[in-house]
């Protein structure tokens, strides 16, 4: 059983047909949130993933922001692009049907596929939206994260076999205790330094994960924002994560 699994696709149409041309087959499609924002098609993006019908489908912080008017609380460093995006691209794109429809994304998804049972969220367990799952924190902010109740004082950790995030827009796979942290990476602006689409393919019956990357003419994307009159200063940021898959 292959399951594809796509997260932070950004409004980046272009990305997105370049990963599900470039899949192959697959069995199951988890789609981790945030399709909206920073790309010059979140509308293309929507509809795109809803005549997909994927299996699995999450709100992320950027959805939840378009759909609900609210603050995306994404990083100081990129929140002001972030709200200039939202208001010059995706709410002037985006439809009402649209809209309605990523209001009606849950925050989070149980489900069992072979013998694992799966814990998908866009941020963390403890924080849906807008939490950060990285390898690099320490042990017990990483248990901490884990826990469901956003209250808890001490670590109390999901009990999933398998935990599927998005929302860093890097690639990640790593282990605490018996739970295993699958990240994707993003599909439609990565930021580790490499600019082609990210995904994974996850074998449920084999429990391997492949991470993979595509790439796709980033240059088109740029002037398709530039022919949005996106603002230079704004257009030139983006450009620059977009070409260099870095912030």
């Known amino acids: 059983m292959r399951v ?6 950004h409004g980046n149409y272009d990305a997105l047909r370049a990963v599900l041309e470039g899949a192959g087959r697959w069995d199951y499609l988890w789609i981790l949130g945030d399709l909206v924002d920073y790309g010059p098609e979140p ?3 929507v509809d795109a993933i809803r005549e997909l019908r994927p299996d ?4 992320g912080n950027h959805d939840h922001a378009v759909a609900y008017g609210a603050d995306c609380r994404c990083a100081p460093e990129l929140h002001e692009l972030s709200e200039y995006t939202r208001r010059a691209v995706s709410l002037r794109l985006v439809s009402e049907d649209q809209v309605e429809w990523l209001k009606s994304l849950p925050t989070a998804r149980e489900l069992e596929i072979g013998s694992s049972r799966v814990l998908a969220v866009h941020g963390s367990p403890r924080n849906r939206l807008y939490g950060y799952l990285l390898p690099t924190l320490p042990r017990e902010e990483i248990l901490l994260a884990l826990t469901p109740s956003p209250y808890a004082a001490r670590p109390r950790p999901v009990s999933a076999d398998l935990v599927v995030v998005g929302h860093t827009h890097l690639q990640a796979e790593f282990g605490v205790g018996s739970t295993r942290v699958l990240n994707p990476g993003s599909v ?3 930021r580790d330094g490499d600019p082609r689409a990210a995904y994974a393919v996850f074998n449920a019956e084999t429990m391997e994960v492949e991470f993979r990357r595509v790439e796709y003419d980033v240059r088109r994307v740029v002037e398709k924002l530039k022919s949005l009159g996106i603002d230079p200063r704004h257009l030139a940021r983006l450009a620059e994560i977009l070409l260099s898959g870095r912030v």
């Open 56 to 59: 699995l489908v999450i709100m």
């Open 188 to 190: 439609g602006q990565p």
């Open 43 to 45: 509308h293309l993006v």
């Open 4 to 9: 594809l699994i796509l997260s932070d696709v």
